[in-house]
């Protein structure tokens, strides 16, 4: 991977690692955008105790890890694994995943513009990153037709064959959030009042749907190519069903894990 950012992570940045050592109460990582490294104490593998790293990390592999405090002096990086919820996890992998795409792609116009891949995407990042912090974020906005790439300084041709490609193969990814909603009620207009919240609850995305399971019980499905308007939706989702909620009646929203 290319992708490299200058200086250190910033407390509480969400990061991608790679174990380079096992200590019986520490793991030492290499941070892979910023090349630096960083440690993870045992307390911070996981909950509960630890008896053996190996049972949750090893040599070689990849990490999302939480920046809980860094030491510019000695130029320590304490990280947690276990404080990275699974959002956070989900959003840092498609990061990179997309970023690599974005990658894949200079690669292959450099083969065929005969160039060297490393010097033309040193070329094609130096003027795209004065906009952006990552290349699929602007190729996202190439898709949306909100970029023009010779207006960030891009020549001609390359502009253009940076766009057909980009138009051609990078589509947003789509991520699906799911869940079960539970609604009981006493009242005696208690069918009108499920009736009216299901559909205050459709009208948040037209990607949003509700499938009934039965006692009361609904599964949600929400799809979106971007986890934080998607994570916005879901807590209107919740504000509709704190709505819900009174002496007689009671919601609740559970979110399945992902797998």
Do not use: W
């Amino acid at each position: 991977m290319f992708y490299k950012r200058q200086g250190i992570p910033e407390e509480d940045e969400i990061v991608l690692c790679k174990v380079t050592q096992i200590l019986p109460n520490s793991v030492f990582v290499e941070i892979v955008e910023y090349e630096k490294q960083g440690m993870v104490h045992i307390s911070e593998i996981a909950p509960g105790r630890i008896r053996n790293l190996r049972e949750y990390v090893s040599v070689g592999r990849e990490i999302v890890c939480k920046v809980l405090r860094i030491n510019h002096e000695r130029g320590h990086i304490d990280l947690s694994l276990r404080r990275v919820n699974s959002t956070q996890r989900e959003e840092k992998l498609e990061e990179i995943k997309q970023e690599i795409k974005a990658e894949t792609l200079i690669k292959n116009i450099a083969k065929k513009l005969k160039k060297p891949a490393h010097e033309l995407y040193s070329d094609v990042a130096s003027k795209i990153f004065k906009e952006y912090s990552h290349l699929y974020l602007c190729f996202k906005d190439i898709v949306a037709d909100a970029v023009n790439l010779e207006k960030l300084g891009l020549e001609k041709q390359l502009a253009q064959e940076i766009s057909t490609a980009v138009l051609d193969k990078f589509k947003p990814p789509k991520i699906e959030l799911k869940g079960e909603i539970r609604l009981q009620t006493y009242a005696s207009a208690g069918v009108d009042k499920i009736k009216s919240t299901l559909q205050a609850i459709e009208r948040v995305s037209s990607s949003l749907k509700i499938t009934y399971l039965g006692a009361g019980r609904y599964k949600l499905t929400l799809e979106d190519t971007d986890y934080k308007p998607a994570e916005k939706k879901i807590v209107q989702v919740q504000q509709i069903l704190e709505q819900f909620n009174d002496k007689l009646s009671t919601a609740s929203f559970e979110r399945e894990k992902s797998e």
